[in-house]
């Protein structure tokens, strides 16, 4: 005889119960798991800082003080550690002396380094008035072959902030007046040259100047009340070392997350809605813009119109906590929400704020 035997299928009832099983499962592994990567993603954002706090503390003792926070052309402390931080070849490429001595519109020195206004054959970003432009495109002039302010390197970037190329801008420099005559923080330079707030790169710079989400703390201007007491390490032309920090380098900010924030250009200067970031070349940032609290705004657009808090220090971390290396080296997470005198206190380093509490909100 002959028998047969029939296989047994799933029914269409307990295909759903498996697929809903399934569901189940992810739903609560998918949590635990961004849980892990955000916890990795910080650790790896607390190592960089580590690792510039080291090269800044390598730098000082070489020279007995630290880089100053911006200098007479803007460049940051970040471009004079690149050979602390193994990237002698980009700091090589860096232009650090195109300062005309004499410009018959401007009067003299003190010229930004990303200024239209640079001299020589080359710039440390593409000169904007001189873009040549295919299709109504611009497009980034070479020679040469890699700009001074060109490339991208893994320690100043945090792996929770927008990557290189989800960005659209850089900040470029935070440069107020005072009072609109001139006054740079001590620096009397030509007017114009040094006003506008926070000032990003434009195209075709924008396209090829590296990111960075870490930014020294200037505290608060020496010519601004009534924060000037808060007086920062990384101030413009300074010369502090670590040697010598009266509040204590356990209690005194030297570098804090910038991740930027999103912003709606409308087409000027070439640059297109979109997230902005930092730059390895950009100088000292003020603590009296607080911490960004807009933590819970998606990083690549801004539906409710609250633009993210591209004026200050930030992170895209869980919780929106900001890490900050002090002038000791290690590194510490500060909530967006601490007390502001607090964070004044500790971004200075001789005013004279004793801390009763040391928890800074993690």
């Not at 297109?272 to 998606?298: E, K």
Request: hydrophobic content about 35%; proline content about 7%; charged content about 15%.
């Amino acid at each position: 005889m002959l028998r047969s035997t029939a296989k047994r299928a799933f029914t269409l009832i307990e295909l759903l119960v498996v697929i809903a099983i399934i569901a189940v499962l992810i739903g609560l592994l998918l949590p635990a798991v961004q849980k892990v990567r955000e916890a990795a993603n910080r650790m790896s954002c607390s190592n960089n800082l580590k690792q510039i706090a080291l090269a800044a503390h390598n730098y000082d003792a070489a020279f007995q003080k630290l880089p100053p926070g911006t200098d007479g052309r803007l460049i940051g402390p970040c471009v004079r550690l690149l050979p602390y931080l193994e990237q002698n070849a980009q700091y090589g490429l860096y232009i650090f002396d195109v300062i005309p001595a004499y410009d018959p519109v401007l009067g003299g020195g003190g010229i930004a380094y990303y200024s239209i206004y640079n001299a020589g054959p080359q710039w440390d970003q593409p000169n904007q008035t001189n873009r040549p432009r295919s299709n109504g495109t611009d497009v980034v002039p070479r020679p040469p072959a890699i700009y001074g302010c060109e490339g991208n390197f893994k320690v100043f970037r945090c792996p929770s902030a927008p990557a290189p190329e989800e960005t659209t801008t850089v900040l470029l420099a935070v440069n107020y007046l005072n009072g609109g005559v001139g006054n740079f923080d001590g620096f009397w330079g030509p007017i114009g040259i040094f006003a506008g707030g926070h000032t990003f790169s434009s195209a075709p710079g924008r396209d090829v100047v590296g990111r960075s989400n870490y930014l020294p703390v200037a505290g608060e201007c020496r010519n601004f009340a009534p924060y000037n007491i808060y007086f920062g390490l990384e101030h413009f032309n300074s010369k502090t070392t670590i040697g010598r920090v009266p509040d204590g380098t356990s209690n005194t900010l030297l570098f804090g997350e910038y991740a930027g924030g999103y912003h709606d250009w409308k087409g000027s200067g070439g640059i297109p809605a979109g997230w902005m970031t930092g730059h390895w070349s950009c100088g000292f940032n003020y603590s009296c813009f607080g911490l960004d609290t807009n933590i819970n705004l998606t990083p690549m657009t801004d539906p409710l119109g609250q633009e993210h808090g591209w004026w200050s220090y930030g992170s895209e971390h869980a919780g929106g906590l900001i890490q900050f290396a002090y002038a000791d080296g290690h590194v510490q997470k500060i909530s967006p929400q601490v007390d502001f005198g607090t964070y004044l206190a500790l971004s200075g380093y001789m005013d004279g704020v004793v801390l009763q509490n040391q928890d800074q909100g993690q």
